[in-house]
């Protein structure tokens, strides 16, 4: 039994003997749903004015390959059609004369022809209808997947005005629905083609922090800036953060000459990141990551080292939690020339933050 696109059409119910060139059953794929991602793809360029050539269109050929019945053709112009009307908000023309034949009988010879060899004829019937520029499309299927494949040219010169090639097992569409990250389905990009991924959140959290011979309860706000690299596996950036003493929120006295949180401080630590998202970074499920920063503290007469480092449960697309550990060596804080103690020792803390 020949199996044919017919037979592939629901892969949910192939018959047996077409079972060996179906994906495994795990990862079996609708045709009509496959072909929804590719379109979905080129509609995302559409919207995000990728394609260019698009004025008073009319779509000119479409060319199949063996295992795609010929009616499909009329399915596949009319799912593009809409695509360019609802997306591109263009004006969509039909060309029936694009798509004649002439049948010329001479002597012994018949020789079939259409306006497609013919850029003259190609182009009166441009003017005529009032086509500015025409589309061709190429579509192919296997049972391993499917590409679409589309070209703009201009109607009156004949000159490629835009093409493209959407591959159903590189889908951003596909990718987008199990949650994968956007630049990670595109892969790797070599470094001549690098472009920079810059990460920016703000985070709010509760601290236990080393103060002048004590320990102290603090809130803390910080802003965080990483550039990822390494496929997004890694981050790089700086951490600024400001701590303020929880008592003195709530309106209990402290001593502020000796207290490093009652008055203005800044934390500045540059920061690494590892994100242990595995090959592909699913929005769909919680993903872990290591943070490592080194960075120090200035208060008014106080100026100390930092070292820290988290761990990371990143949420969704824009909220994480962490929690934090850190360590700060011996420094002096002074009152004017007078030293008024030590700081030192390990802090703690938990945190969540929003990145945009």
């Known amino acids: 039994m020949t199996c044919t696109v017919l037979a592939l059409l629901a892969l949910g119910s192939v018959a047996p003997e077409c079972r060996a060139l179906a994906a495994p059953a795990e990862a079996q794929r609708n045709f009509y749903a496959v072909l929804e991602d ?5 509609e995302y360029d559409l919207k995000n004015g990728q394609v260019s050539g698009l004025r008073d269109l009319a779509i000119r050929s479409i060319v199949v ?3 795609v019945p010929a009616s499909f053709k009329n399915h596949l112009e009319l799912v593009l059609s809409e695509r360019l009307m609802k997306a591109a908000k263009i004006r969509i023309l039909q060309c029936l004369q694009c798509k004649s034949r002439k049948t010329v009988v001479s002597g012994e010879k018949m020789v079939v022809s259409g306006p497609e060899n013919n850029p003259q004829e190609l182009a009166r019937i441009a003017r005529q209808s009032g086509i500015q520029s025409f589309m061709d499309v190429v579509f192919s299927y296997q049972a391993t997947g499917m590409v679409l494949s589309l070209s703009i040219v201009d109607a009156e010169s004949g000159a490629m005005s835009w093409s493209g090639s959407y ?3 590189t889908s951003r569409t596909a990718a987008f ?3 994968v990250v956007a630049p990670q ?3 790797v990009r070599s470094a001549s083609e690098y472009l920079p991924v810059v990460q920016y959140r703000l985070m709010v959290g509760y601290w236990q922090q080393q103060n002048v011979a004590t320990t102290t309860g603090t809130i803390g706000l910080g802003l965080r800036m990483m550039e990822r690299y390494d496929n997004r596996k890694k981050e790089v950036g700086f951490e600024l953060d400001y701590f303020r003493n929880s008592s003195s929120i709530v309106g209990a006295s402290t001593t502020t000459a000796i207290d490093l949180y009652a008055g203005m401080n800044v934390t500045l630590l540059f920061m690494h990141a590892w994100n242990l998202i595995g090959e592909e970074e699913n929005l769909n499920r919680a993903r872990g990551g290591v943070v490592l920063g080194i960075g120090g503290t200035y208060a008014s007469g106080f100026l100390g080292g930092l070292v820290r480092g988290a761990y990371e449960w990143r949420l969704a697309r824009h909220w994480a939690v962490s929690a ?3 360590y ?3 420094a002096t804080k002074f009152i004017g020339t007078s030293a008024a103690g030590t700081v030192s020792g390990a802090e703690y803390g938990l ?4 990145l945009f």
């Open 185 to 187: 389905a595109d892969g």
């Open 65 to 67: 390959n063996e295992s």
């Open 328 to 330: 700060r060596p011996s």
């Open 324 to 326: 934090n550990l850190g």
């Open 167 to 169: 591959n159903s097992e």
């Open 38 to 42: 590719l379109l979905g793809d080129f």
């Open 177 to 179: 629905r199990r949650g």
């Open 351 to 354: 945190g969540v933050s929003a």
